[in-house]
């Protein structure tokens, strides 16, 4: 091992310091990323371990399997998380997800970590009740992992190139699983081309959970999730096209399928009536209606009609739909980075071989 | 005990920059239209040609979000100034 990529110090606190002098760190300690710690990570996967999975935007630096391993160790992964963060890593860097672009925007969204599969449960992430919220290892170190991860070897600091301008807690960790047995209907990952019983996880660059009062008949919340979607100030609407996540906590998704709705039903149904009038999206001023104009690919409508109702997305797939969260009466709307991109990706996680 | 560098290095390799211009009239300033505020860069390109005199070259960008494509930095190489960034 070269001298250059580790260093000798005896004293904890001073090691914890220096994270923060060197600018390691997100603002929160980390766990220190010993060799052996390190190297009992790189043994679990079984991976090259100067196996490069890409750069990380906008620095370029190369995300190799052991510059992973160490900031999936500084955000508190064991040996079982890493395949998980790799899986989420490789689906960041799929061009129609424009890390680049998430990683500096002043839009405030960044990428969602979504997971799917038989690792959801045997890790314990947490799918129900605080889905969003702390309290849950494998969410926390899975997302911080991440975070670091872009931090690290993309390097792009506030009021450096991140330009966003409000930002939110995400972060510094955003994951959450996907309910998949108190669930009616085929889970996300299968949905979007993987095999039943496999292992994915999906990337979504949004905002933070906007809450939902979401309660009674198909049609009760499907008039309440239609408008809380097309809110204006949204991107989706103001920068034309881009997806949007919609939450439905398991007893919404129950009613639904009780009463013979399926996720498409309920998607379509969405879509076709999460709008607003053009003429009120123009209201909201010269810019915002100038960069709505600016992505033609969304406007599958009438433009000179000032009536014409805009849909929140270009496509009734664009609107994704995860089951999570508590059995109540809240669901959740988070809306996207619209036309500029940060689109949902899914990567199949690989588990080693054993 | 011995611990990990999550980083790489930073590079060290010097970077050659244009000569500074002194005179901005009949200067080549090559103008990075990010495709996300057309108005506001048609303006700055009229004040750059038509007060000071400047030969602007408008290099769009086919999405404002995304890096720019390697033959399009390479042109706004050949300038003597890049403008590769307007805030609003």
Redesign the interface.
């Known amino acids: 091992m070269q001298a250059a990529d580790s260093f000798i110090i005896d004293d904890y606190d001073q090691a914890i310091e220096l994270f923060y002098e060197r600018g390691w760190t997100d603002g929160l300690p980390v766990v220190l990323p010993t060799r052996r710690l390190v190297d009992e990570m790189l043994a679990s996967c079984g991976r090259d371990r100067h196996e490069s999975l890409g750069a990380i935007p906008p620095e370029g630096g190369k995300a190799t399997i052991e510059k992973l391993a160490i900031n999936a160790v500084m955000g508190g992964c064991r040996p079982e998380h890493f395949p998980v963060v790799l899986a989420a890593i490789q689906a960041s860097l799929a061009p129609e997800h424009n890390l680049n672009g998430v990683l500096q925007t002043t839009h405030m969204c960044s990428p969602l970590v979504i997971v799917n599969g038989p690792i959801s449960r045997e890790l314990k992430f947490n799918s129900r009740d605080g889905v969003f919220g702390n309290g849950y290892r494998s969410n926390a170190a899975v997302g911080r992992a991440v975070r670091l991860a872009f931090w690290n070897l993309g390097r792009a600091f506030p009021w450096g190139t991140d330009k966003s301008t409000m930002s939110h807690p995400s972060e510094y960790a955003f994951c959450i699983a996907e309910e998949e047995e108190d669930n009616p209907w085929e889970p996300l990952h299968v949905e979007r081309g993987c095999p039943p019983g496999s292992d994915a996880v999906t990337v979504f660059a949004c905002e933070g959970p906007h809450s939902v009062f979401c309660y009674g008949t198909p049609d009760e919340m499907l008039y309440v999730l239609a408008d809380s979607m097309c809110s204006l100030g949204s991107n989706n609407l103001h920068l034309g096209g881009g997806q949007i996540l919609v939450i439905l906590n398991p007893l919404n998704a129950e009613e639904f399928a009780k009463r013979g709705w399926s996720k498409e039903e309920v998607r379509r149904y969405l879509w076709e009536h999460a709008r607003r009038r053009l003429s009120d999206i123009r209201a909201c001023g010269v810019v915002v209606t100038q960069f709505h104009e600016q992505f033609p690919a969304g406007l599958r409508y009438d433009v000179q009609n000032s009536k014409t109702r805009v849909p929140v997305t270009s496509r009734p797939e664009d609107i994704h739909i995860v089951v999570a969260g508590g059995r109540s009466y809240f669901a959740a709307v988070l809306p996207g980075w619209g036309g500029p991109g940060g689109l949902a990706v899914t990567a199949q996680i690989k588990r080693p071989l054993t | 005990?011995?611990?990990?560098?999550?980083?790489?290095?930073q590079s060290t390799a010097v970077q050659v920059n244009n000569k500074q211009l002194t005179d901005l009239r009949n200067s080549r300033i090559a103008l990075l239209d990010d495709?996300?505020?057309?108005?506001f860069t048609s303006h700055l390109e009229k004040l750059l040609s038509k007060i000071h005199g400047v030969i602007v070259e408008r290099l769009v960008k086919p999405?404002?979000?995304?890096?720019s494509p390697k033959t399009l930095i390479e042109q706004a190489a050949k300038a003597e100034v890049a403008i590769v960034g307007i805030g609003?």
């Open positions: 005990m011995e611990i990990m560098i999550p980083v790489w290095a495709n996300l505020d057309e108005p999405l404002g979000s995304a890096p609003l």
